[in-house]
């Protein structure tokens, strides 16, 4: 018996590379040559589009250790990633065309992997599929994709930024939710004197914005019900304040009084460690987005584990439709992979197809599909992906946040990270065997 999987991008080469590992025969469907999504040039499998860099190197940084976990499970992207690379300080950078070649060398001359050139317009009907089509999947191809998931498929990424509780400067900020309804452990508000405001304001409106691809600027959907906040706010000083940071219903402990602005952060995960800034969704560079959001008093050594962006992204709501093991809810014989079930960055695509195609191969042979422990980055990924809440699903990357704190507190960073970087190889030792 045979899997299929559709698209040969990162994700979808290292999940046909797993499973044939795994002695079993491969399908794998690319669409390039003869059709190019809107940010794709290259015939080559597993393009890099955007960027050379392929993050930090050192194992005490997330994506450090999403790489090192990546390699001791034999991942084709990380042998062929470590064969390119190029000079870059601290990071793995690689030349992306000896990359790509490299990467389709390998899968083309896998005696199990046949690579099928064409469009794939619906997803196969039987036996195990993986779906790793990335965030410009073929519109055809799209619609069918949301049948399969009840219509839960988002085809833009208009999110706002998340940081990290531990950052926040707790002494200017409070828990509580508008006229004390709901609870105070959903929120945490950030007030702001007039003052402060005003500051924020006039760095808000005058910041650099990322430039939009002509492609995207195109599709009326990229800001359809949701207005970056800089663009809202252009349309007057006051107009943030009676809009997303209106301090209506809230009063803050330490003055008495309503605070002239206040930014409120809703938790992001169940462990509430993350919090994203409401109602920030925003198209400033990342550089301008911490420069201007840390005015805001309670940000002001925010560490943003994910900037706000708003383009094109195509990925299922995963907490809605997908298990951990990267399979569908309601029909376990089909995976997705990559940029499709919300994991944002080049290496955290191709982990997602190396989880997904060893899972699709156990599923074939019979066997228990596995889910890494969340304290590891694969594993805490995973869990992330199916364990928010579905109505604020944003993509999220590999991140110190997303793993479950120690069990001792450790107030250097370093330390810390360096402890939890260890904790995830060694939980993650009888996996590998």
Request: charge should be negative.
């Amino acid at each position: 018996m045979k899997i299929s999987v559709i698209g040969a991008g990162l994700a979808g080469c290292e999940a046909a590379w797993q499973i044939a590992s795994k002695g079993i025969s491969v399908d794998l469907y690319e669409m390039k040559p003869i059709q190019y999504s809107p940010a794709h040039q290259s015939p080559a499998f597993a393009e890099l589009v955007c960027s050379n860099s392929l993050k930090a190197e050192r194992i005490a940084s997330a994506a450090g250790l999403l790489k090192e976990e990546m390699r001791r499970f034999g991942s084709l992207l990380m042998q062929c990633a470590d064969k390119a690379r190029v000079p870059a300080g601290g990071a793995l950078a690689v030349d992306r065309d000896i990359f790509s070649s490299l990467v389709t060398q390998a899968i083309e001359e896998h005696p199990l992997i046949q690579v099928h050139t064409g469009v794939v317009k619906s997803i196969p009907d039987d036996g195990i599929r993986v779906v790793a089509t990335g965030p410009l999947t073929a519109q055809e191809l799209a619609d069918d994709i949301a049948i399969f998931c009840a219509g839960s498929l988002s085809f833009y990424d208009a999110a706002a930024p998340i940081v990290t509780v531990e950052s926040l400067d707790m002494d200017s900020c409070f828990a509580a939710s508008r006229y004390d309804k709901g609870g105070d452990d959903a929120y945490l508000n950030c007030p702001m004197n007039k003052e402060e405001y005003d500051a924020f304001y006039d760095a808000l409106v005058s910041a650099e914005r990322a430039p939009v691809h002509g492609f995207e600027a195109a599709d009326p959907k990229i800001y359809e019900g949701c207005m970056p906040v800089e663009v809202m706010a252009g349309r007057g000083r006051d107009t943030l304040r009676f809009g997303p940071l209106k301090p209506v219903g809230l009063r803050d402990p330490k003055t008495g009084h309503r605070p002239w602005a206040v930014v409120q952060l809703r938790r992001e995960n169940a462990a509430a460690t993350l919090y994203n800034l409401v109602g920030f969704q925003t198209n400033l560079k990342f550089p301008e987005q911490k420069r201007v959001f840390g005015m805001i008093p309670a940000l002001r050594n925010a560490e943003f584990v994910r900037y706000g962006v708003m383009h094109r992204n195509t990925f299922v709501n995963s907490p809605k439709v997908l298990r951990a093991d990267f399979s569908l809810k309601s029909d376990s014989t089909l995976f997705f992979a990559g940029q499709l079930t919300g994991v944002e960055g080049y290496m955290e695509s191709a982990a997602s197809g190396l989880i997904a195609g060893r899972n699709a191969a156990a599923r074939l042979m019979g066997e228990e599909t596995v889910v890494l422990p969340r304290e590891t980055m694969m594993g805490a990924l995973s869990h992330y992906l199916v364990e928010c809440d579905p109505d604020h699903f944003q993509p999220m990357g590999a991140n110190f946040g997303i793993l479950p704190s120690l069990p001792e507190a450790i107030r250097d960073k370093k330390a810390r990270y360096e402890a939890l970087a260890q904790r995830s190889l060694d939980l993650l030792e009888p996996y590998l065997k």
